[in-house]
Every structure is written in C-alpha cells, then in structure tokens.
C-alpha cells in the first residue's frame, strides 16, 4: 500500500518541521496544524492545506481559505489528493469545521 504523501512533500517546500527553509520562511501552519492529522489519511494538516490559513504557494504566504480558494483548487496537489481519495472518501474541510473521523 502506497503511503500518501503530504503537501511539504509534494511542494519540497522545505517549511516542515525540520526543513531547510524553516529559518527563512518559518514553519508552515499545515506542516505543524496537528488537529487535522488523518484528514485525506495526511499527517497533521498535510492534506488539507487548502483549508489552512498562511500556507506558502507561489513564493509567498497565502491568506485565509477565502483568499486562496480558487488557486488551490486549481493546484495539482489538491487535484492529486482528490484522484486518490476518491469521490466518496475526499475531505474539503472548510473553514470552521471540526474534523471528525467517526
């Protein structure tokens, strides 16, 4: 079984915990955003950044979900995840909703 990868993979942003632009760039908030771990089967919120407030796209931090909802869903990650967790499994989470794996 394949291991689904999360955003920071994906982007080699290098904003994760660890990762090589945290000094320039800080810690991205879906890397470290711990309340939506198992979301899309991500690690924190490494599969529902869209939902995330000041995630870094397109060589700069991104507002809030209303901001950034067009270019995140028209983002090749977005479209990745939602291929692989298909049509009945695929969590959008919007803004103010709890996640809630029951």
Known sequence: ???PINC??????GRQPGGEKVKESGLCPAATEAG???VNQGMNSG???W???GTFCGGKVQGTYAE???SCMACDFFKLVKD???????????PGQIYNPA
């Open 47 to 49: 599969r529902i950044c």
């Open 36 to 38: 939506n771990s198992g």
């Open 8 to 13: 920071w993979e994906f982007k080699n942003c």
């Open 68 to 70: 950034k909802y067009l």
């Open 84 to 94: 692989e967790e298909g049509v009945g499994n695929f969590n959008i989470l919007l």
């Open 51 to 53: 939902a995330v407030a």
């Open 1 to 3: 079984m394949k291991i």
